[in-house]
C-alpha cells in the first residue's frame, strides 16, 4: 500500500528541480543543504513550491505573484501566508505552502521587494555599479583615518545608501549633493555601537530597536516601526570593531545548528577545515605555524557542535558561549579573517576594481588587522568562501536615514538576488545600521524545532472531512513517528525508492533533499491517489472545490474577508488551478506533522470576532495586504 | 592549554632556539608565559655598543590580538624610549592599528633592535633627544655613551 510510486507530485518536484538547475546553477549545488528544520514540513514545502513556481513564474515575476496570491486563498491558508508563498512559487506553491502559516507569513516582504524591485539579472548588473563606486569613495576617505571611529561611520553611510533596494532609488541618490547628505547623516547619527555586555547577545524582541529610535528622527521612526513586522527578533552584537565578522560567523553556526542536520554539519567542517590548506598557501608555512592553534579553534566548535547534536542536545548553548568566550571567540573570529583574506588574494581579479589603494593594502590595514570593521567588500568576500558553498544566502537590512518607511534590503550572493525568498537556503540576517551590524531573525527561523509543524490549513480541511481523519489518524499511527525521529535525520534516506526517479539518488538535489527532511512526503505520494478518490459521494475531492466554490463547501477556511482582493484573484485561478491543485491538496491532506508540535492549534474562521492572534501576526498580515495591492497596482499598470 | 597558550609557547620557543642577534630571552617565572625577560647587547657601530639592557617583554591575555608591550628596564638615551624609568618603546607595529595576529614577537624584539641602529627622530617620544639627534649628532653619541655607562654597563 506504501509502495512508493513515482506520482504527479514528484513530477511535479522534478520541475521545480529542472527550473532550479537552468536558472540558479550555484544555487542547485547549495539547495542540498538541510533546511527541513526550519520548521521540518515546511521546508519541503517551500522548495517545492518555489521549484514549481519557478517553472511558471519564472521570467514573468508579476504574472506569478498575482497567481500565487490568489491561490493562497482558495487553499485555505490564511492571506498573509499564502501570498508569501505564491508570490514567487506561482500556483502550486499556495497548498504545498500549506505549511506553517506563522512562517511564511512574515516572509512575504521580502518576497516582494525581490519581484518589484529586483526584477532580473539586467537590473542585477546596474545595482552592483553604485556599490563599486561609492565603496572606493569611502575607502579614500578612510584611508586617511585607520582608526574605527565615527567619522568612518559617516562615509560608510554614505556608501551604504548605494544597498537600496531599487535603481531608482539609487540614481536618486547618487544625483544629490553627496556633501550635502553626509551632514544630513552626521547629523542624524546618533546610535552608539553597544561596548558593555557579552559579545554575542540574547535574542531579544525586536520592538527594543523600535523603542531605541522612538525619539529619533522621523525617517527611523518609521522604519524602525516597519521593522519588528518584518524581524520579529534581533540579537545585539558587540561593536567592538569585529560585529559584522562576529555577527556572520556567529549567525553561520547558528544556521548549521537550527538546520538540526549532523551530516551537514559535519560537512562544512571537513569543508572549514579542507580550506585550512588554502590558507596555508596563502599566508605561508612560518605564518601558518603560528595560526594553526588559532584556526583549530573552529573545528574544535564543530566538533563539540557535533557531539551536542548527536547526544540530542541543543548546541546553541554551546555556540553562544564559544562567541563569548573572550579565549575563543577571537579565534574564530580571525578564521573568518584568515579565510576571507585567502580568497581575496586567490580572487584578485573579481575584486580589484573595486578596492581602491590596491588589494595588498586592504588586506594589511583592514582585514588582518584585528578590531577593523567588516566592510561591504568583506561581507561579499566571507559571504562567497564562508556562506554561499554552506548554501546560505546573506540578507542585510539598511536602517539609515535614506527615503523610505521600510529598511533596504539587500541580498547575496548575487545569484540569490530577485529570487523568492522560498527557492533558496536558509536567510541569515543582518542588521546594518552605519558602522554595526546586529542580527535580525524572522519568525520561521525563530520557531524552527526539531519537529516539522503542520500546515493550519490542513487541519481545517481533516476538520470538514470525516474520511481523512481515518486516513490520517492510522497513517499518524503507522509512520508518523517512525518518520520524524529517523528520516527527519537521514537525508537523501527515502529518495531513491519513495520519491521520483527522477531525482538523482546519489546527488541530493533541492528538491529530493527537502522531501528526505519532510517525513511526511514519501507517503504522500502513494497514499492520495489510492485513498482521495474513495468517498466522491459524500464530498467533492477538495481540489474540484477549491478551484470552483473555495468559501462555501469549506466554511471553515479563510474567505475573501481575509483577504481584500480575493475577487480579482479568483478570476485568474482557473488558468492555472487545477492542474497543480490536486498534488498539493493531496500533499497537504496527509501531512500529519502538526499533530507533533504542541503549539499547533486549528484556526477558525470567524468574520465577525477578532481573531485571537498575537499581535506581531497582525503586522505581518496588515503588511502582507499592503504588497498585495502594490501587486495589483503592478500587474494593472 | 588555549589556542593562546600555544601559540605563546610556540613563540618562546622559536625566540630562545634562535634569538635576534645580541639578545637573551627568559622567563622570570617559569609558570608564567605572559612575561619574559630579554637582555640586549648594544648593537656594533651604534653608542649603545657594548652596553647591557634589560628589556621586559609583556603578552597581555588577549594576546595574539592584542599586541604585546616592551619596556626598557634599563634607561637609555633614545628619541624613541622615554627616558624615565618606564622605559615605553614607540615601535610603530605594536600600535593597535597595525599589530596583526600574524606578527610574531621575534619580528617585535627585531624591531627594538633595529630602532638603537637607526632611531627614527620624526616620531619621538622624547622630543628633545630628538631635536638633539637630528641637529647635534655628537652631542647624542656623546649622551647616549654615557647613559650606558651609567646605566648599561656589562656585568651590572
Redesign the interface.
Known sequence: MFQPQPTPFAQFGYHGLDVADTDFTDYTAFQSTPLGQFGGGHALDARAGAGAGAGIGVGSGRLGAVAGAGVGVRAGARPGVNAAAGARGGPTAADVFGSPAFHNGHQLPANYHSINSIPGPQHRHQQGQPHHRTYNHRLQSQSHN??HNHNNHNNHLLHDRGHGRSQRRHRRHHTMEQDEMAQQEAAAWDYQPQLQGPLVGDKTSSQAITEEYAKADPTYVAKTMALPETYSHYRPIQGDGNCGWRAIAFAYFETLAQCGDVNQVSGERARLKSLDVFIQND?GEQ?W???V??V??TDVLFDDVITAMEAGQNPMAIITAKFND???S??LI?HQRLLATAWLRANAAEYRDRIEGGIESYI??NI?????EIEYIGVVILCDILLKPAGMVLEIAYLDRSEGTEVNVYRMPNEAVGQGASTLGPFIYLLYRPGHYDLLYRDSQLQATPVPTGPISLQVNRATFAHHHDIQSTVASNYSTLDLSVLGMIPGGFEPSGLSPLTCPTAPSPVSDSYAHSPQSPWVTQNFPDNLPLPPSQQPTPPQQQATTPVTVHPLRFSKYNFPLLPEMAENNSSYEPAYTTNTFKNSHFNVAHYNNTNFQPEMYRPDGDEEMPSGKVGGRKRSTEHCAFIKKESRG | MSSAQKRISKEFQECTTSPPPGMTITLPSETDLHKWSIQLTGPPNTPYANGVFNLTLSLPTEYPFKAPAVNFATRIWHPNVTNDATGNICLSVLKPENWKPASRVKGVLEAVRQLLVEPNPDDPLEARIADEFRTDRAEFDKNARSYVAQYAKAGK
Open positions: 585607520h582608526n599566508i605564518t605555524e603560528l595560526m592553534d588559532m583549530e579553534e573572550a579565549a575563543t577571537p579565534s580571525y594589511s590595514s588582518m588587522v584585528i578590531n577593523m
